[in-house]
């Protein structure tokens, strides 16, 4: 199966804690019902997706999955970190070896990084003592980037961010080509654009979908989630598509969709539609986020990416009231409390000018 689990938002109890026992039982149902690969990092909910991880692949789970775990390599500060992060993630994961690991977040300033402290040999030493099965890297920069990262060093494999709406942006549908022709196993993620295409549909996307069951292009049933996944799912040389689910009903869905033997066959009408989809998104969707929160924690405990939800939505759904209000009585620090210190723009893998946002929210919502 090509679905991986992208264990990055995992649910959360009522006083806004990751729930662990809850946590361990999803991802046991998930590899119950084949599931195969399981993807983490050393950030994901402060260290807890990898405990939690590690639990959960107790009682004969490990080897029914390949782990993929990350270097934080925006932590690094020395050679002697990356010894110091990886010993780390292998206490919480507990277990004797990584089947994927990679540099995490790949940008020109982390690519920087892995250069200046020798990262990759480091990684090299761990394959050669047995830690370590594959080495790759995650991937969030331009195409000529990409390219370079992949001529610098002999990588097993590489993920990047592929979407119907990012295709001709970060490594593009001509990178994970490349890719291939290289030899390198691709892992996509952000299928959907961190949920981004779901949920609430914009008219005019709506509209689109609507004429597709109306012209007999998709049956009646086809979700958005459905179109993007599926639209991945049919790229050729792409290996896992890495899917954040945090419900039980969402592990059904996509288990279901993924398990149907058609499932990564698209048409050209079916191309057509998410090709008009992908343009109509592009045209109202001011700033990128994908909801990653590499850019927390703020000082001033300011909720980024849910700022930019709420402006994304502002300006795709013509100014509704009702996206301010939920702005003014949801949030508990606005982009008024920014103190301009750009420390998250460093850190977004989608070179946000965060601070400019926060300035622009002020100026949409008054706060």
């Known amino acids: 199966m090509k679905l991986g689990f992208g264990i990055m938002r995992l649910p959360q109890n009522e006083e806004g804690k990751v729930d662990e026992q809850e946590g361990i039982d999803l991802i046991r149902y998930a590899i119950d019902h084949g599931i195969q690969y399981i993807d983490t990092g ?13 639990k959960a692949l107790k009682d004969g789970y490990r080897g029914k999955v390949i782990l993929a775990d990350k270097m934080p390599i925006w932590f690094v500060e020395s050679e002697e970190d990356l010894e110091k992060y990886f010993t ?28 200046k402290y020798n990262a990759f040999p480091f990684l090299k030493k761990k ?36 979407n119907y709406v990012d295709k001709d942006t970060q490594a593009t549908l001509k990178g994970l080509e490349y890719a291939n022709q290289k030899g390198l196993d691709v892992v996509v ?5 961190g949920g981004r295409l779901t949920g609430k549909i914009p ?22 989630a459905e179109w993007g996944l599926k639209w991945v799912a049919s790229q050729k040389g792409v290996s896992y598509i890495l ?6 009903e969402q ?30 998104y592009n045209s109202l969707i001011k700033y990128g986020c994908t909801d990653c ?18 402006l994304n939505a502002w300006f795709a759904y013509d100014r509704n009231p009702s996206t301010k209000e939920e702005y003014l009585s949801w949030l508990r620090a606005f982009g008024s409390d920014c103190v301009g210190c750009k420390a998250c723009e460093a850190k977004c893998p989608q070179g946000l000018p965060i601070a400019s946002i926060m300035e622009e929210a002020v100026e949409e919502f008054g706060k």
């Open 42 to 54: 050393y950030t994901y909910h402060g260290g807890m997706s990898e405990t939690i991880i590690g």
């Open 88 to 115: 780390e993630q292998m206490q919480r994961l507990d277990v004797d070896c990584i089947d994927r690991y990679l540099i995490h977040n790949v940008i020109t300033a982390n690519w920087k990084i892995t250069q």
């Open 127 to 162: 394959q050669e003592e047995g830690l370590i099965k594959e080495i790759g890297f995650s991937f969030h920069g331009d195409y000529d980037l990409f390219r370079e990262v992949i001529e610098a060093h002999p990588w097993d494999f590489c993920q990047i961010q592929l």
């Open 189 to 193: 993620m952000e299928p959907l654009k």
């Open 203 to 224: 008219s005019a996307v709506q509209e689109i979908w609507d004429r597709a069951v109306a012209c007999g292009v998709a049956p009646a049933e086809r979700t958005p």
């Open 243 to 248: 899917s954040g689910m945090n419900t039980y």
């Open 251 to 280: 592990l059904d869905e996509n288990i279901a969709l993924f398990s149907r033997g058609d499932f990564a066959e698209m048409s050209e009408e079916e191309n057509a539609i998410v090709e008009e989809a992908g343009k109509v």
């Open 293 to 310: 929160e590499y850019c927390l924690p703020c000082p001033k405990e300011i909720r980024i990416p849910k700022i930019i939800d709420f």
